[in-house]
């Protein structure tokens, strides 16, 4: 069981995520995924808040929604949280 702590590469959260890295890196080049701390050897450094996010991403764009639309339900995904939990 993951929690707030864990750390993963991008390997990991991939496979968790049921994608690739190559998608990983996408979602980052497009903005839907924020940049991530990297480790001392550059490895990125995801957290489980990430592996939600990607799996919302990966939610969205399987029920067939644009990923150019997928930043705005994000959006109001965080901002939702953030009126919830101040």
Do not use: C, W
């Not at 990983?24 to 991530?36: C, F, W």
């Amino acid at each position: 069981m993951l929690d707030l702590d864990t750390v993963l590469r991008s390997q990991e959260l991939a496979d968790l995520a049921d994608t690739t890295t190559r998608a990983l890196r996408h979602y980052h080049k497009i903005g839907l995924l924020p940049e991530v701390p990297r480790d001392q050897n550059g490895y990125r450094r995801y957290s489980a808040r990430d592996l939600i996010r990607v799996l919302r991403i990966r939610q969205l764009a399987m029920s067939g929604m644009p990923l150019r639309k997928i930043g705005d339900v994000l959006e109001q995904d965080t901002q939702r949280q953030d009126d919830l939990f101040g």
